[in-house]
């Protein structure tokens, strides 16, 4: 028969796993409850850091906004300041161009003032010159440049330079050229020209000592020239080596032919020759003009420049 002492209930171990098993489920219970616990804080932790950081990035954002708006500021006013200083510039170059011409200017016109309008008039047998005329300064030219020892011969002093020049240059060209007549006073024309008259009838004196002539000569920038072995008769001066020379060179000195060949306003005197300046004899040769044939504005140009 068997004994209870050896015979435990058969509820005995099915309640103890029950016990066991409780256990470790009210365990897990809690356990899982701590973990939820513990999640929901780590999940509201880092909404709260993400709220932050965003709030963060927000404000950096906006800063950079700031600064980016205050360079553009800053940009431009540095354009502005440039475009005020390049304007600035403008004005100073602008005066300074001003003060350069008005300077130019007074400079030119104090040369001019200095300078006989006179010395470039054209004249003709309506318009000559006053008899009163003189030149300012008249320079006596020495016994070597002159044909003949008898009578002295004058030129206006400004221009004499460029006349010692032309028979120097010539001279050295082995070519005879002297002064036959240089300035002349009103006076002396009319002695001259009452001599011709007496010698060949007015009309034949009015031909070749008129007003034209005459005036050119009173101006004293003005020559008649001779070379050798003509004996002194400026009549044959046509064709001479001197000649030639002349119409080669005489504008480098700033001599021109009034009365060349053919021209329609007086006598032709190849022996003839006015100082008329430099750029304007060159100028006259180049384009093979007459200074008679040129307009007079156009030969106004031409005075400032005349002793240059
Ligand atoms: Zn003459």
Redo the contacts with the bound molecule.
């Keep these: 028969m068997m004994t209870m002492k050896n015979r435990l209930p058969n509820f005995i171990p099915t309640i103890a796993t029950f016990v066991i098993l409780g256990s470790a489920i009210i365990y897990d219970y809690y356990k899982i409850n701590d973990l939820t616990i513990q999640m929901s804080r780590l999940k509201s932790e880092v909404a709260s850091t993400a709220a932050k950081q965003a709030a963060r990035t927000e404000e950096i954002f906006q800063n950079l906004s700031g600064l980016q708006s205050q360079t553009a500021g800053l940009s431009n006013s540095l354009t502005n300041t440039q475009q005020n200083i390049d304007a600035v510039t403008t004005k100073v170059g602008g005066i300074e161009q001003t003060v350069g011409t008005v300077t130019g200017t007074v400079g030119s016109l104090q040369k001019l003032a200095k300078i006989d309008p006179e010395l470039l008039k054209k004249y003709s047998k309506i318009f000559f010159m006053s008899e009163n005329y003189t030149p300012a300064h008249i320079y006596t030219i020495p016994d070597e440049y002159v044909y003949s020892s008898k009578h002295s011969e004058q030129f206006v002093a400004e221009a004499w330079p460029f006349l010692k020049a032309m028979l120097d240059a010539a001279k050295a060209d082995n070519v005879s050229l002297l002064i036959k007549?240089g300035y002349r006073s009103f006076a002396e024309q009319q002695t001259l020209k009452s001599r011709y008259t007496v010698v060949y009838g007015a009309g034949t004196a009015n031909s070749f000592s008129a007003e034209q002539?005459y005036s050119?000569?009173q101006l004293g920038t003005?020559v008649?020239v001779i070379t050798s072995g003509i004996a002194g008769n400026l009549d044959k001066f046509d064709g001479t080596k001197a000649y030639e020379w002349m119409k080669n060179n005489a504008y480098k000195f700033g001599f021109e032919q009034s009365y060349p060949k053919g021209n329609n306003y007086y006598v032709y005197?190849p022996w003839?020759w006015r100082f008329v300046g430099v750029k304007l004899a060159t100028d006259l040769h180049n384009r093979n003009m007459n200074f008679y044939s040129m307009d007079q504005r156009d030969i106004d140009n031409y005075l400032i420049n005349i002793f240059d």
């Design positions: 007549s002539g050119e000569h003005t008649d005197e003839h």
